[in-house]
């Protein structure tokens, strides 16, 4: 090991980079912040990634929706009986939900009906029914989210809420409580009501629902009985908790390509800086190869020696760069970055972001940064190796 | 031995224009002398160094030390040639202020990755011989002109060199220094060593442990 | 498309490969055209300093095609997430026409430039400088060759359909598939064996008689029925599963990553097997070589026979 690295050639080429303070401090600062920025965008979005891979996990396994006309339309709830049917199917709930949109503060309030005696299809929503007893949650009572309390309060709005039925009229719903669910993503502009009163707001029968849920009981035949179901009811789309994972995924990975092609520009721009910067030197730089090669280096050794301060500084830059990454990441949770992947919306509260340590993110930026700052330098370092001694000692 | 047969060297200024720096040069200095090339700038004495460097090769014609055909060898093999059997004073001792007294001494042997102890070694031969050791470890740009002349000696020995080449060693120093120099050039020839000395300092002229004196003129040996 | 972070890492650096792998070109062909080392002109001592540049870039781009190429593992493990189907990278590589050829070119090509690499080395090492031209023409075919992997490479990674369904390795690989692989596979385990340990048991002997051309072609060989071997029988120990088939999964955390010794190992063996037929080297480098190969293969051979053996001790059967 020791053949291969050179530590006295190493100490030359630190000495070296200290020797032009200014430039060397330039190119470290400039790639310390591209690479900040990248590793930023790649720690928020993995933690992001395993945040919603998490909220997914907690979604119903498989999500039958009725289509007329390529839109989601309300289903039968005696379909429901047929499903229950199938081999495999431990249990099944029709679900009746939809968004209402407030118009004074222009935001989307989700609502979701629960009734008391039927069993949740989600924990957390099993916990709110233990949390709150029938009282607060009854025939004209709601229970609401932290987020649209706050909204609603806005509105002077304090202790009910006047909900706009399709034929115009009201519907006065007393806010029975406030919740702080589970999961920091999706609770802050839910509402929860009782089925009944949900069926009221948005005109839907008692022989509809929004849609059903199904379980499984092996999950490993999640595929299977959603084609069965699927055959079964030709005018629906069942969706399964893996095609919802790996749509999440894409969305990510279209988002940080975005944020990549971005980078590559501007890698692209410093590429060209680097390799101006390299290439002009001054008289006492050429000198110095100048006499380097005359008290016997080779050209081999002067590259060598060029590599070892190009790697040096594209290797500190990257160390620099990752630390602070991670302090700005998952210290300061990220201000300002956060936003342009989350989506800024009043209801969005803010949650923390997950540390996540993965290996591969680490390679990927390395690959994107190291290699290339050597490859830059390559032609410039080239140059001064191959200079006439000569020339340069008189 | 050195041997220059039938050298010339033409340099291409651009197409044009080419500058003839040595006509049919013919040259030869046994081991252990101790030689003064004399001439003006521009003479191409400068030239002849660079060239028993192996630094520079000729337009045609051999140079031949130690049997050795170095005009023909590929660049690192010149260059290995070059650290083993030559040392170089320069005009300006080109010594790199910033550093020690010690790493400026090492530099040539840097890429040799050799054991510390036998760094060490080769170190204490020279910095003792040339009486620079009580400032080892002192920055260069702190040393007086003295002490920086006998730096830039030890760093031309430091891999124990047959031959010394120095291209006008005495240009920017006052009359103390260069005879100062004089001084270490006999030392050096105690040592055995064959030095070659390029300069039009009037120093060094009619010296009596010179062995031969050679004056260049116009690119030609002046008989 | 796969429009993932990976892959237009893996394409970046791709280009930049393509940029300097051409000025290496354009150069080696200069360089073999009109090298002369006897000459004492001007041109001569500019192709001198153009063979240093050139052979920095190709040096250059072996460094970091090393890195890449495991990158480029990890890469088809990622994606295998997204296929439906793929439980890992061997589905992607199925995926497309591509894959299997993209595959194996890139592992020509890391043998190739490997080699390249020692006969620089070797002509660094002699004033005369022996094997410029050679080693100047050589880069200028292996060129073509690099240049198609970067192509494949790029066709590959934009016609993965992630809506399409590709198959595991579990079908690739397994007797009742209909592609040529499986003809190899339903091979008797015994036969394969007794080629694999007689392959290895000739590379003792020639390494003990020291004959360079036939223990490189055993090399070659060995390759070939160490591959074979490992994905029919000795994967199936790894795995402990007499039906897994497959050249990737034991590159996972699941098993240790022993993939990654095991192909580092046979690499290097091989490798260094190899270039003792094809470079003239002194007798010492040969020596050296030769006993770097015998080593790795070794290890190869006994990490490889350790997991069926253990696999007896603690159950008394075979799979």
């Known amino acids: ?394 | 031995m050195i041997e220059l047969k039938n050298i010339n060297k033409v340099f291409e200024v651009n197409k044009n224009n080419k500058v003839i720096a040595l006509q049919n040069i013919n040259l030869s200095i046994d081991d252990g002398e101790i030689v003064v090339l004399k001439g003006a700038s521009g003479s191409g004495k400068s030239t002849i160094l660079s060239l028993i460097a192996g630094l520079s090769k000729p337009t045609s014609g051999e140079v031949i030390v130690d049997k050795k055909h170095i005009a023909k060898l590929p660049d690192n093999f010149a260059s290995i040639y070059r650290r083993d059997n030559i040392g170089f004073i320069f005009q300006k001792y080109n010594l790199i202020s910033t550093l020690s007294v010690s790493d400026n001494i090492l530099l040539p042997l840097i890429p040799l990755n050799l054991d510390f102890d036998e760094l060490n070694s080769k170190l204490d031969i020279v910095i003792n011989r040339f009486n620079i050791s009580h400032k080892k470890d002192s920055i260069v740009k702190n040393l007086s002109g003295g002490e920086q002349q006998r730096v830039a000696i030890a760093r031309a020995n430091i891999n124990n060199p047959k031959i010394i080449i120095a291209d006008e060693p005495t240009a920017n120093l006052d009359e103390k220094l260069s005879l100062n120099f004089i001084e270490q050039l006999k030392e050096l020839k105690s040592l055995g060593k064959t030095i070659i000395i390029a300069t039009h300092d009037p120093l060094f002229f009619g010296l009596d442990f010179l062995d031969r004196e050679i004056a260049i003129n116009g690119g030609k040996i002046v008989l | ?319």
Request: proline share 2%; charged share 20%; aromatic share 18%.
């Open chain 1, 1 to 394: 090991m020791k053949q291969y690295i050179n530590l006295y050639l190493l100490e030359y080429a630190i000495n070296s980079i200290l020797r032009q303070k200014s430039k060397s401090f330039f190119i470290v600062i400039i790639f310390t912040i591209l690479v900040f920025l990248l590793t930023s965008v790649f720690f928020i979005t993995t933690s992001i990634k395993s945040e919603l891979e998490s909220t997914v996990e907690s979604l119903p396994q498989i999500i039958v929706q009725k289509m007329k006309a390529g839109r989601h339309y309300d289903i039968d709830v005696d379909a429901l009986d047929n499903i229950l049917g199938i081999a495999g199917v431990s249990d099944g709930v029709a679900r009746v939900w939809g968004y209402y949109y407030f118009e004074n503060a222009g935001v989307n309030f989700s609502l979701v009906g629960l009734d008391e005696y039927e069993k949740q299809y989600k924990d957390s929503f099993s916990k709110i029914v233990d949390d709150f007893d029938s009282a607060k949650f009854s025939d004209d009572s709601m229970l609401v989210g932290v987020g649209v309390k706050k909204i609603m309060s806005k509105s002077y709005y304090k202790d009910y809420f006047n909900f706009i039925k399709p034929d115009g009229g009201l519907k006065k719903v007393k806010i029975g409580g406030v919740f702080d669910a589970q999961t920091s993503l999706e609770s802050n502009d839910v509402i929860v009501m009782s089925k009944d009163m949900i069926r009221e707001i948005f005109d839907i029968d008692d022989s509809h629902a929004t849609d059903l849920i199904v379980k499984v009981a092996n999950p490993k035949e999640i595929p299977t009985i959603a084609q069965k179901i699927k055959l079964m009811f030709p005018d629906t789309r069942v969706i399964t908790k893996d095609d919802l994972k790996i749509s999440y995924q894409n969305i990510f990975d279209y988002k940080s390509g975005i944020f990549l092609a971005l980078f590559i520009i501007s890698l692209f721009t410093f590429f060209i800086v680097i390799y101006d910067k390299a290439s002009g030197l001054s008289s006492e730089e050429k000198k110095e190869i100048g006499i380097l090669k005359a008290i016997g280096w080779t050209i081999d050794d002067v590259l060598k020696e060029k590599f070892y301060e190009a790697f040096i500084i594209s290797f500190i830059s990257y160390i620099f760069g990752v630390g602070f990454s991670f302090a700005y990441v998952y210290i300061f949770q990220a201000p300002i970055l956060k936003n342009i992947f989350v989506g800024y919306s009043q209801l969005k509260t803010s949650f923390e972001l997950p540390f996540i340590f993965d290996v591969q993110t680490l390679f990927l930026v390395f690959l994107l940064s190291v290699p290339i700052y050597i490859f830059a330098t390559i032609i410039p370092s080239w140059r001064i190796a191959t200079l006439e001694a000569d020339e340069v000692i008189r």
């Open chain 3, 1 to 319: 498309m796969i429009l993932s972070p990976e892959v237009l890492t893996i394409f970046i650096l791709n280009i930049l490969f393509f940029i300097f792998g051409t000025i290496a070109f354009f150069l080696s062909v200069k360089i073999y055209l009109g090298w002369d080392n006897e000459s004492v002109e001007q041109s001569q001592y500019k192709l001198e300093k153009q063979s240093f540049l050139t052979a920095t870039i190709i040096k250059y781009i072996f460094a970091i095609k090393v890195p890449l190429f495991l990158f480029f593992i990890f890469t088809l493990d990622k994606i295998s997430n997204v296929l439906v189907g793929a439980m890992c990278g061997a589905g992607v590589v199925d995926a497309t026409p591509y894959g299997i050829y993209l595959f194996i070119l890139k592992i020509i090509n890391l043998y190739l430039f490997a080699y390249w690499l020692v006969l620089h080395n070797e002509d660094m090492k002699n004033e005369k400088l022996p094997f410029t031209k050679m080693k100047f023409g050589f880069y200028s075919i292996v060129y073509f060759l690099f240049i198609a992997e970067l192509v494949i490479e790029g066709l590959m990674f934009s016609s993965i359909d992630i809506d399409k369904m590709v198959s595991c390795c579990g079908t690739i690989y397994s007797s009742s598939s209909t592609s040529y692989i499986s003809t190899i596979f339903s091979l008797d385990s015994t036969i394969l064996l007794v080629l694999f340990y007689g392959t290895f048991s000739l590379i003792i002997l020639f390494y003990k008689l020291k004959f360079r051309y036939i223990y490189a072609i055993l090399n070659i060989l060995f390759i070939i029925i160490s591959l074979i071997t490992l994905i029919a029988f000795f994967g199936t120990y790894i795995y402990e599963l007499p039906t897994h088939y497959c050249p990737f999964c034991f590159l996972q955390k699941d098993y240790y990553y022993v993939g990654y010794i095991l192909y580092t190992t046979l690499f290097l063996g091989t490798f260094y097997g190899i270039v003792i037929g094809f470079i003239d080297k002194s007798k010492l480098e040969i020596e050296k070589s030769f006993k770097k190969s015998l080593i790795f293969n070794l290890l190869y051979v006994l990490i490889v026979t350790v997991y069926p053996v253990i696999y007896f001790l603690k159950n008394g059967v075979w799979l």
